[in-house]
C-alpha cells in the first residue's frame, strides 16, 4: 500500500495538495509515481501562469507512458520546482517532498473543498482505480 | 498495393450490400453541373513500345538541367551528384522510403539515419538533427510552430530575405494556432538590424532569417541573434547544410533552430521534389522538436545499437499533445545527403562551397561588365545574387533559352519591386565557358 500523508488533500487524478493560507503546493502522489514508473521527464508551466482546477498544466513522462498533470485547484503559478527538469527521479524517490512540482496561489481557496481526503483517496488506490 | 478488379456481378452485389441500385446512386450528391457529362476524352490505347515512345518525346519537351547550362536556384540548385549515391540507394535494403514500423528490426536504416543525423548536427553547428523531415519550408513552418511552443508568445518577425515561398508555407501552418506575422525589412540586400529592433515586441516568438538568404545576400547572424536574444525571441537560421561546409555554422552564432533544405547534398532536384528538410536544435529544445529522432544505445550484451528515441513527443503516444503532426520522414533522400556527405568528406564539401563561391562572383563580375546590367544590392553575396537587368527579364530569359542557358528565376512573381530583378545562382558545376556564353548572350539580348 502506498504512503497517503493524512495532512494533504488528493484529486482524483492522483494529485496531492498542501494548503498553506492561500497557497498550495502541488505534486503527484505515491501511487501514482509506482503505476507510472521512472519518470524520465516532467513538463511544468513558468512562475506567473495561469491554472485552472481539474485542467491540465503539465506532463509527466516515464519509460512508460506519458500522462497529463491535473490542477488541483485555480490560480497563479508562484514557484515551480527548478530541480526537476535536471533530476525527474525526484517524482519517483520523494513524490511527497523534493518531488513537488509547482506552488498555486489560489484564485479560490474553496477550491479545496472539492478535493479527497486522504482516507477518501486511499480507498479510490485501493479500489484499483488509476 | 495490388489492382484487384472486380466483375459486374461483384459489383451488383456490393451495390445490392449497401442498398443502391447503380454506381451512380453513389454519386446524385454531387451536382449534375460539376459532373462530367460525356466520356473522358482520351485517345486510342497505345502499345507499350508506343507509349515510351510518346512519353520520351514528350519529356524531351522538357528544359533540363542535363542539357541546359542550370543558373536557376531560389531554393534547389543544380550541384554535382556522385555516381555512387544512385547505385547505393537502389539497393533493396535501403529502396523504400518510408521509415520502418517496427523500427529496431532494422538496424541498418536506423544506423543510416543516426549518420545521417549526426553530419546535419555538425554542420548546422547544432546538439541534436531529427531524421529529416518534408522540406526546408515544412522544417522552417514546425521550427515556428516549435518556437511558439516553447516560449509561450504568439509572434513571429520573418525577414524580407526569407524565401518568400517558405514564408507562405508557415502562413498556411500558423493560420490553426492563430499566430501572428510580422516582416523585417531589408537594407542594402539584408535584414536592418534597427528596423528589426523595432518590430520586435514582448510577444515575438521567434526571428526568422535565411542566411545566405533568398536574394544570396550573407546576413549578419550574430548580431541579429543578439537582436532576437535581447528581446527574449528564439533564433531561427534557415540556412542549406551544402553551403556550411565553408560558411560558419549558424549554430556558432547563436541559432536556436536550424532549419534548411537538404536538396544540395546529393538530392537531385527533380522539378522541384522529393526534398530534403533538414532541423536541428540545440540540447534543451529536444523535446519540443517535431520528426523522428534515431539514437544510439547498447543492448543486454552490450553492444552498439539503435533505437527511436524519445518516442512520447509524437503524435502515436502524445496523441492530440504531439510536438507535431509529423510521424515520419524522408528516409531515402537523407541517405542520398548521408552518402554524399561521406564521399566528399569535410575537405570535399568545403571545396564546393569554394567552388561554387568563386564561379559566382565571377559570373557576376562578368555579367556586369554587360552595359545597364548591375546588381541589385551591395551586401556580399554566396552562391546567388540578384542582378538588375535593362530589358525585361522574362525576354531575357526567353532570349537565353535559344543557347541552353538557363539565365536564372525572375523575380517579379515573388515582389513587384523587384520586376526587372533576376536570381542567378551559380553552382560548382557551372564551366568558365558557360558563364562567359552567358554574358554573351546576356550582352545580345540586352542590346
Known amino acids: ?130 | 498495393m495490388r489492382y484487384i478488379s472486380n466483375t459486374p456481378a461483384q459489383q451488383k452485389e456490393m451495390l445490392a450490400a449497401i442498398g443502391a441500385s447503380s454506381i451512380e446512386d453513389l454519386l446524385v450528391r454531387i451536382p449534375t453541373k460539376a459532373r462530367l457529362s460525356r466520356p473522358l476524352n482520351l485517345p486510342r490505347a497505345m502499345a507499350e513500345t508506343e507509349l515510351v515512345r510518346h512519353l520520351q518525346r514528350m519529356a524531351g519537351l522538357n528544359a533540363g538541367a542535363d542539357e541546359y547550362a542550370c543558373f536557376l536556384g531560389a531554393g534547389s540548385y543544380d550541384h554535382a551528384i556522385p555516381s555512387p549515391i544512385n547505385h547505393l540507394i537502389s539497393r533493396g535494403e535501403f529502396f523504400t522510403a518510408y521509415t520502418p514500423y517496427q523500427p529496431e528490426a532494422s538496424q541498418g536504416t536506423l544506423r543510416s539515419i543516426f549518420e545521417y543525423q549526426t553530419m546535419m548536427a555538425e554542420l548546422c553547428g547544432m546538439d541534436v538533427a531529427n531524421a529529416s523531415i518534408y522540406d526546408g519550408a515544412s522544417s522552417l513552418a514546425e521550427a515556428t510552430l516549435m518556437a511558439h511552443a516553447t516560449t509561450g508568445r504568439d509572434t513571429l518577425v520573418i525577414s524580407r530575405g526569407v524565401n518568400p515561398l517558405y514564408r507562405q508555407v508557415v502562413e498556411t501552418y500558423v493560420e490553426g494556432p492563430g499566430l501572428k506575422i510580422k516582416s523585417a525589412p531589408l537594407g542594402d540586400g539584408v535584414t536592418d538590424p534597427d528596423a528589426l529592433r523595432k518590430t520586435l515586441s514582448p510577444h515575438s516568438a521567434a526571428v526568422v532569417i535565411q542566411y545566405p538568404n533568398f536574394f544570396g545576400c550573407l546576413e549578419e547572424v550574430r548580431a541579429v541573434a543578439d537582436i532576437a536574444h535581447e528581446a527574449g525571441a528564439l533564433l531561427i537560421v534557415v540556412a542549406e547544410p551544402v553551403n556550411l561546409g565553408l560558411l560558419t555554422p549558424p549554430g556558432a552564432c547563436g541559432a536556436d533552430i536550424v532549419v534548411g533544405e537538404g536538396q544540395g547534398l546529393g538530392v537531385p532536384m527533380s522539378f522541384g521534389g522529393p526534398n530534403l528538410g533538414v532541423f536541428a536544435v540545440k540540447q534543451e529544445l529536444v523535446r519540443r522538436m517535431p520528426g523522428r529522432l534515431v539514437g544510439a544505445t547498447v543492448d543486454v550484451d552490450g553492444q552498439r545499437g539503435f533505437v527511436l528515441t524519445l518516442q512520447t513527443r509524437e503524435q502515436h503516444i502524445r496523441r492530440e499533445k504531439a510536438t507535431s503532426n509529423i510521424c515520419t520522414n524522408v528516409a531515402l533522400c537523407a541517405l542520398m545527403a548521408t552518402i554524399y556527405v561521406s564521399i566528399l568528406g569535410k575537405r570535399g564539401l568545403r571545396k564546393v562551397g569554394e567552388l561554387s563561391t568563386a564561379k559566382a562572383h565571377y559570373a557576376a563580375r562578368e555579367l556586369t561588365k554587360v552595359p545597364g546590367v548591375s546588381l541589385r544590392f551591395g551586401a556580399p553575396f554566396f552562391k546567388e545574387f540578384t542582378l538588375k537587368v535593362p530589358k525585361s527579364p522574362e525576354r531575357v530569359i526567353k532570349r537565353l533559352m535559344k543557347d541552353r542557358l538557363l539565365a536564372g528565376v525572375p523575380l517579379k512573381g515573388f515582389d513587384r519591386a523587384y520586376k526587372d530583378c533576376l536570381l542567378v545562382a551559380v553552382t560548382e558545376k557551372r564551366t568558365k565557358e558557360e558563364i562567359d556564353a552567358y554574358a554573351a548572350a546576356l550582352a545580345a539580348a540586352v542590346a
Open chain 1, 1 to 130: 500500500m502506498a504512503n497517503v500523508p493524512a495532512e494533504l488533500k488528493y484529486t482524483r487524478e492522483h494529485e496531492w495538495a498542501k494548503v498553506d493560507g492561500d497557497r498550495a503546493r502541488i505534486g503527484i502522489t505515491a501511487f501514482a509515481q509506482e503505476q507510472l514508473g521512472d519518470v524520465v521527464f516532467v513538463e511544468l508551466p513558468k512562475v506567473g501562469a495561469k491554472v485552472t482546477a481539474m485542467k491540465t498544466f503539465g506532463v509527466v513522462e516515464s519509460v512508460k507512458a506519458v500522462s497529463d498533470l491535473f490542477a488541483p485547484v485555480s490560480g497563479e503559478v508562484v514557484e515551480v520546482n527548478d530541480a526537476l527538469p535536471k533530476s525527474p527521479e525526484l517524482v519517483n524517490t520523494d513524490p511527497y517532498g523534493k518531488g513537488w512540482m509547482l506552488v498555486i496561489r489560489m484564485a479560490n481557496p474553496k477550491d479545496v473543498d472539492g478535493l479527497l481526503s486522504a482516507a477518501d483517496y486511499q480507498k479510490l488506490t485501493a479500489d484499483g482505480a488509476h
